[in-house]
């Protein structure tokens, strides 16, 4: 089992930044990517970007490049997703998520993932 928490979300104004981190616990060897998703009401969870655990390859969707970056920290079980220039269009429950599968590049899709925390609020006021 994986253990993920998320911290980080508030409130911010458009054009801000918020820094999300994703703290992961339990059987850290076993996972291969982490992800970052986030949902919108009525919408469904979306991919925002990944890295590769081991090897550190990042991918994101097109609404995060050049704005979200995404870090890892192998030695304390950490994740981070930086946000910049965030937009009202970004508001929205932030969700971290583990794939055990070993896949290059990592996953986009949500069904690949298979431990998930409980998700943070970012909310971007316009």
């Known amino acids: 089992q994986v253990q993920l928490e998320e911290s980080g979300g508030g409130l911010v104004q458009a054009g801000g930044s918020l820094r999300l981190s994703c703290a992961a616990s339990?059987?850290?060897?076993?996972?291969?990517?982490m992800g970052w998703f986030r949902q919108a009401p009525g919408k469904e969870r979306e991919f925002v970007g990944a890295?590769?655990?081991?090897?550190?390859?990042?991918v994101y969707a097109d609404s995060a490049k050049g704005r979200f970056t995404i870090s890892g920290d192998n030695a304390k079980n950490t994740a981070s997703l930086q946000m910049n220039s965030l937009e009202p269009e970004d508001t929205a429950v932030y969700y971290c998520?583990?794939?055990?599968?070993?896949?290059?590049?990592?996953?986009?899709?949500?069904?690949?993932?298979?431990?998930w925390g409980q998700g943070t609020q970012v909310t971007v006021s316009s």
């Open positions: 339990g059987r850290t060897f076993s996972f291969y990517a």
């Open positions: 998520a583990a794939d055990i599968n070993m896949r290059y590049p990592p996953s986009a899709h949500v069904g690949a993932y298979e431990y």
């Open positions: 890295i590769s655990w081991r090897g550190g390859n990042t």
